[in-house]
């Protein structure tokens, strides 16, 4: 017999305290992530952020969601994006992700978006029938470094035989890289930080566009200070499916001024060398957002950067960097909530929106 339970933020912050959860044989949540997802600004009381399926009293497989705010006719909606699903190997072949699937979305009637998933849940969510595909989010890929070392043995196994060979090639070449990029630019316009500071945050608070899914100051505060990603320098085994441990994640902000006044504000994630361009507040059209992006690249030793923003892509040029390749990012929508969408409504969509800005 299989059981479903659901947790709201309560209920959570209990079981990842008790002995059950210490006792699981594998997790259906990081507590750090759990703690996140309790800290959300968008969650409420009720909002269900885990179900849990069992069969036989034994943990079978989950699905969490991340409790968001949409914006339809100048009126916030609940909505929830799907966030992990996962069944054991044990339990397949029962149709408990199909079950989970189902009381996720009649926990949140229907209203519920999917992003970045896999070509097997791809096909699950469309033989479920409750889905519509939306309009995706279209960028490039720029590949600023050599990184044969890592490409290639994904490739193929057989590359790992020479991987010292492959390590010396990447930073021979990526030597040459940094000599020829040597001061082309200085960083005397803009400042890159760590640090969400008061400038920022005020900045933030003039200049953050009523989207869809309004990221104001509160967002950001809350994206920077609960990451489901930690950072770690051992090779740290977990038992749980999805990221929750890595070498470096990090938030990233570019300052860039007009004249001593602050123009525009980059944030962007770095996780092990790859950069992704979240969101940009401010002025789009400031003509040195390509050199701070440039220098941000060659400071942190990015190897690629994957952008969103359409009027970005068209200032960066080409000559900077290695390779470049479309990158589009894949959205689903339940057909309860594309039902009650005004005929005119934009779906659109922000690189940072939904859970891969914590990813």
């Avoid at 409790?67 to 029962?94: C, E, Q």
Wanted: net charge positive; glycine share 4%; proline share 3%.
């Amino acid at each position: 017999m299989i059981v479903l339970k659901s947790f709201n933020k309560i209920a959570l912050f209990n079981f990842i305290n008790s002995k059950e959860f210490n006792d699981l044989s594998f997790l259906p949540i990081s507590y750090h992530r759990a703690i996140s997802h309790i800290n959300n600004p968008h969650v409420n009381n009720e909002d269900t952020i885990l179900i849990l399926a069992y069969y036989e009293n034994k943990l079978a497989g989950y699905i969490g969601i991340l409790a968001d705010d949409m914006r339809v006719s100048n009126k916030f909606i609940k909505i929830g994006w799907l966030s992990t699903l996962f069944v054991h190997p044990d339990y397949r072949g029962k149709k408990i992700a199909q079950m989970l699937l189902k009381e996720a979305c009649n926990s949140y009637k229907g209203n519920i978006i999917i992003t970045e998933y896999t070509e097997e849940a791809k096909n699950m969510y469309e033989r479920s029938n409750l889905f519509v595909i939306q309009k995706p989010l279209y960028g490039s890929s720029y590949h600023f470094l050599f990184n044969l070392s890592e490409i290639l043995p994904k490739k193929n196994k057989n590359w790992n035989y020479v991987y010292p060979v492959l390590r010396l090639t990447d930073k021979i070449i990526n030597g040459f890289l940094y000599s020829i990029r040597r001061n082309k630019s200085s960083e005397k316009h803009f400042l890159i930080t760590e640090d969400l500071n008061c400038e920022i945050k005020e900045y933030i608070k003039r200049h953050d566009k009523l989207k869809i899914f309004n990221r104001n100051v509160e967002d950001i505060n809350w994206i920077t200070n609960y990451p489901w990603i930690l950072n770690t320098n051992e090779n740290k085994e977990s038992n749980y499916q999805f990221s929750d441990f890595d070498k470096s994640f990090r938030y990233i902000f570019i300052k860039i001024y007009d004249a001593n006044n602050l123009d525009t504000v980059l944030m962007l994630t770095v996780r092990n060398g790859k950069a992704t361009l979240q969101f940009i507040y401010g002025n789009k059209n400031n003509n040195k957002i390509t050199e701070a992006l440039i220098i941000f690249l060659s400071k942190f030793k990015i190897t690629n950067i994957i952008i969103y923003d359409k009027e970005i892509n068209q200032k960066l040029e080409k000559k900077y960097f290695i390779y470049v390749k479309e990158r589009n990012r894949s959205f689903m929508m339940h057909k309860d909530l594309s039902a009650i969408l005004p005929y005119d409504f934009i779906f659109d969509v922000l690189a940072g929106d939904g859970d891969p800005i914590f990813t």
